[in-house]
């Protein structure tokens, strides 16, 4: 059984204006995790959508089992026992796991009418086979994150995947979820599953990976074993140059009250309480982390701070305004910039021209509109040279922002907050999706901004984020801040317990 699971050949495939794969050549060992690496924009989805018959190469060939085939669409992929976790998860939120599960099955199995009863127990069989916990009841909107991409794994193996083919799945979990996601992997290959595993996290890289591959610029630079390799030296064969993995800084020096926030209550979209009464301080010229096990009311809380959620409680001052009940334009207008955690959501409108994305919140301000019109030279110029400052990889300033990577999708958000003149950042999984060349870059300017009198809120689901950036870190648990504690002693043993809802002094005894 030498044969490689799967084996691709001379996979080129061609964008407008991007070469995206080059003659790419790869294979896959049965049980093995194969981690790929590689900058925003290196073609790595690209070559998974090929694998799984969303597009369709230029050149090459794929083998499964040392039998070439042909995959024109997913059902191929399927047939060919290829499944895919997508980047940005694709289940109906509005139906339960089972239902989802059921969705498309009367192609792959042959039958119209497939009993739910069935499907879960099915669903429970594979569920305990492989540690992945998943009620099939459950509708799929009201599950966590990582519970969600549980489901999408189950689906996966119910419909016979093989192979398994995971884009990105830690970018959106929390730590914690991501350890229970590398046990899962490993009984999946174990029992004779194989992987492919795309990361941007060089610490998971070397804990989970049999073999990684690198890739640049479309092409396979190198292939190699964490046994060989060090994170420093992946990533400089990710981006081609020495990245600084540590951020450099100096102790901050905080100025005058920027945003305030003072028992602040806010409820989620279900209407159930998520903020509890939250008080907090920023200053000019300070970094305030926000740690927290995702769903402890972080993401409520940004959003009430930016005026997309209603407030039910308290009081939030921005630069000596009540900004209590502002308009997400009045919170812009008096100076806030915002990094937001759900890129599809709230950070671009996919269908837009990176040209116009870059100008959201600034479009009707001159120097884009003068005398009511727009100024599309202008525009123009100010996408240049953020594409150029911020490293965006596009073909062109007027390409919809939907044909970039997700990487260089979440740069189009961080280049037009971080360029704007603000007295407030909030930047919510700023670096999320993003590789490590561009995270070094972010959080330079992240600093940079501090150390010129921006107040920054940050918040992360990325304790080494969080420590390397923060001045004061406070940790929220159930809609409240638990604690805050300086960062320069802080420890990600103390922060782990805190986001676990344990104070130091119980932990002791
Ligand atoms: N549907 C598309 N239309 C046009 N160009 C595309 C399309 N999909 C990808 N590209 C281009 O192909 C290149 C490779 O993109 P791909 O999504 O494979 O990158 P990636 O390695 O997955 O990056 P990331 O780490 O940011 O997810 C990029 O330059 C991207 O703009
Ligand atoms: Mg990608």
Known sequence: MDEPVLRVRGI?????????????DLELRRGEVLAMLGENGA??????????????????????????????????AIRCGIGMVHQHFMLVPVLTVAENLMLGMEHVRGYFF????????????????????????ATVEDLPVGAQQRAEIIKVLYRGAEILILDEPTAVLTPQEA???FMVVRSLTEQGKSIIFITHKLREVMEIADRIVVLRGGKLVGTTTPAETSRAELANMMVGREVLLQVEKEPAAPGEMVLAVRDLRVLDDREHPAVNGVTLEVRAGEVLGVAGVQGNGQRELVEALTGLRKVTGGQVQLLGHDTTHAAPRQVIEIGTAHVPEDR?????????????????CTYYLPPFTRSFNLQPYAI??????????????????ATPASSLSGGNQQKVIVAREFSR???????????????????????KNIIAQRDAGVAVLLVSAELDEIMALSDRIAVIYKGEI??????????????????????????GD
């Open 12 to 24: 080129t495939k061609r964008f407008p204006g991007v070469l995206a794969n080059d003659h790419i």
């Open 43 to 76: 073609g790595k989805s690209t070559l998974m959508n090929i694998i799984y018959g969303l597009y369709t190469q230029d050149e090459g060939e794929i083998y499964i089992n040392g039998r070439q085939v042909e995959i024109r669409n997913p059902e191929d």
């Open 114 to 137: 497939l009993d739910k009863e069935r499907t879960i127990r099915e669903i429970e069989a594979l569920s305990k086979q492989y540690g992945l916990e998943v009620d099939p009841r």
């Open 179 to 181: 350890d229970d996601l």
């Open 344 to 360: 599809h959501k709230h950070g671009l409108v996919l269908a837009y021209p990176v040209e116009d994305d870059l100008v959201l």
């Open 380 to 397: 123009e110029t100010n996408a240049v040279n953020l594409v150029d400052a911020f490293d965006i990889r596009t073909p062109t300033v």
């Open 421 to 443: 003149n603000v007295k407030l950042l909030i930047a919510a999984q700023p670096t999320r999706g993003i590789d490590v060349g561009s995270i070094e870059f972010i959080h």
């Open 482 to 507: 638990i604690d805050t504690v300086p960062a320069e002693t802080a420890t990600r043993e103390q922060l782990g317990l805190l986001m676990a809802g344990v104070h130091e002094a119980e932990a």
